[in-house]
């Protein structure tokens, strides 16, 4: 027999699917995104020289930084003015070498762990399920955290903006790729006044978009009365495992789709298309083999990071945000300013010589049985009036160099 629960998630699943893409009439949205549309492609680039940027200029930097530094393999993806430029992008190494046969190449088209740019498109889901329930940005968190978690005054005073512009204060989940529902628990019951309202950047904060995103729907959308969302905390193991259905089930929709990856419904924390997925390195060298990810390979970490794509997928989602596809170009412009000059979703921003630039970075190494490897991953989106251009690099290999923005800022402005 089904817990109500469970029913609750089906329900939640089922009329998830009903609901309207992003459409004219919800707070100023554009035109709704062609549902079945793949990626945009041009391998011709010539289009892309309005306001005089050269994507090909670009590519020969990005090109001459990333070969010098003995990786084990990368990628990159360049878009402009929404469309992905094929001949702009590159690659280099392996997602497997030859030891860990088959080997096979890295590519813009190969996926792998994306880190913390995954925060980024959290960000996006969490925002979009605020505008369709009706919320702004400044609704504190506290009403939609599980009430058996006895959250805090300080914690429930947090608003959504504070949360992600890491301007909580919570307290653990720093530098933690593992937070489950348990320690969610725990961070909401101690005190964040000693950093609250200040910046400190803390995988926390969109660890719990995984929580904060279903009772947002539950609450504001399905209307589930407080006895409905009772019975649905009994089980907290049961709760941590659909919330992260629930959660994973948006982004798909929400951005994913949104943004006209094509196989948005399959996509999630592993790479649908393949058995062989890619492995993670510390060094080029054929004969040190690579090291997987179970941390990251489950759905119940994602929201901090965890998400699987390759460069091209995360580009257009950019390209796509930018476009006013996900979210509107009000709630965009929200998203860019931020809180005390603190982008939402995004490290940082630079202000560049044709605009500003902003930025999300991850990067990550562990060790698994005396093996080393990590992930390098940087996203930009260059925001300027004169070519809308969007770059994803990643890597399977901890380089910490790639996620300096400095040496592609330099790259892009050189690129005119």
Request: glycine fraction near 8%; charged fraction near 15%.
């Amino acid at each position: 027999m089904k817990t109500p629960f469970i029913d609750i998630v089906a329900a939640s699943l089922a009329l998830a699917i009903t609901l309207p893409g992003y459409q004219e009439g919800e707070q100023g949205r554009g035109p709704i995104p062609n549902e079945s549309a793949s990626r945009q492609v041009s391998t011709d680039v010539g289009f892309s020289k309005i306001g005089r940027f050269d994507p090909l200029m670009l590519k020969t930097e990005i090109d001459k930084f990333l070969s010098n530094h003995n990786l084990a393999g990368y990628a990159y993806a360049i878009f402009v003015d929404g469309q992905w430029v094929e001949a702009a992008g590159g690659q280099g190494g392996h997602i497997r070498k030859g030891i860990d046969a088959p080997a096979a190449p890295h590519s813009p088209l190969a996926r792998q762990e994306i880190a913390s740019c995954s925060k980024y498109i959290t960000t996006l889901a969490m925002v979009r399920m605020l505008d369709r329930a009706g919320l702004p940005l400044d609704t504190t968190i506290g009403a939609y955290l599980p009430a058996y978690m006895n959250a805090i005054a300080s914690v429930r005073a947090i608003t959504f903006r504070q949360l992600l512009a890491h301007h909580s204060g919570l307290v653990g989940g720093m530098n933690d790729i593992n937070i489950t529902l348990a320690k969610m628990q725990q961070c909401v019951q101690t005190s964040n006044s000693a950093q609250f309202n200040t910046y400190q950047y803390n995988n926390m904060n969109l660890a719990l978009c995984r929580l904060l995103l279903p009772y947002v729907y539950w609450k504001e959308v399905m209307k589930l009365t407080p006895q409905t969302l009772a019975e649905s905390e009994i089980n907290p193991s049961l709760l941590d495992n659909q919330l992260a259905t629930l959660f994973l089930s948006f982004v798909r929709t929400d951005v994913f789709k949104a943004a006209g990856l094509s196989t948005w419904e399959e996509l999630g924390a592993t790479d649908p298309g393949t058995t062989r997925p890619t492995l993670y390195y510390d060094t080029n060298l054929e004969g040190a083999a690579g090291v997987t990810v179970p941390p990251l390979s489950t759905i119940l970490n994602l929201g901090q990071g965890g998400f699987d794509l390759n460069a091209v997928e995360l580009a257009q989602i950019a390209s796509a945000a930018n476009d006013n596809k996900i979210v509107s170009k009000s709630l965009m412009k929200a998203i860019r300013t931020g809180y005390k000059n603190r982008p939402l979703g995004f490290n940082d921003f630079r202000s560049g010589a044709y605009g500003r630039y902003y930025f999300k970075y991850g990067n990550i190494n562990w060790n698994v049985n005396g093996r080393r490897g990590g992930v390098a991953t940087l996203l930009v989106d260059f925001d300027c009036s004169q070519a809308h251009v969007q770059v994803a690099i990643l890597s399977n290999d901890d380089e910490p160099d790639i996620t300096n923005i400095n040496w592609l800022q330099e790259a892009f402005d050189k690129s005119w």
